[in-house]
């Protein structure tokens, strides 16, 4: 499967390699409510120019949007350590009431967000 993480007018990336081994895996990881947005090509590009224009003091890259309500996931762009925070970013709260939560890096939201998948089945 395709995925298009690359980010239009903005130097490159270092994403973590947990998140590229996640997203390469064939069929797809099943996280809903949430669901990866590099798999369909220019959502990447659209949430990063949203929540540039948003939140313009914030350098983030989006990844991964919650199906309930319009919490985005991102990688925090300004660590270029290779294993950055995840901010869970609120898209359109007014500036400064943005931020939801955070992950200290990848492995963490996605051990929350395999969690959160399976309470939300549980409920179906």
């Not at 300004?78 to 931020?99: C, M, R, T």
Request: charge should be negative; glycine fraction near 4%.
């Amino acid at each position: 499967m395709s995925f298009f993480i690359k980010i239009e007018n903005r130097q490159d990336f270092t994403y973590p390699k947990e998140f590229i081994n996640t997203i390469s895996i064939t069929p797809p990881i099943d996280i809903e409510p949430w669901w990866f947005i590099v798999f369909e090509e220019g959502d990447v590009n659209s949430w990063y120019d949203t929540l540039k224009k948003l939140y313009p003091k914030r350098e983030l890259i989006p990844f991964a949007k919650f199906n309930a309500n319009d919490d985005i996931a991102c990688f925090d762009g300004d660590d270029n350590s290779g294993n950055p925070k995840v901010l869970i970013i609120h898209a359109y709260a007014s500036e400064g009431w943005e931020h939801h939560g955070s992950y200290n890096n990848f492995s963490e939201w996605l051990t929350k967000a395999i969690k959160t998948h399976q309470e939300w089945e549980e409920e179906d």
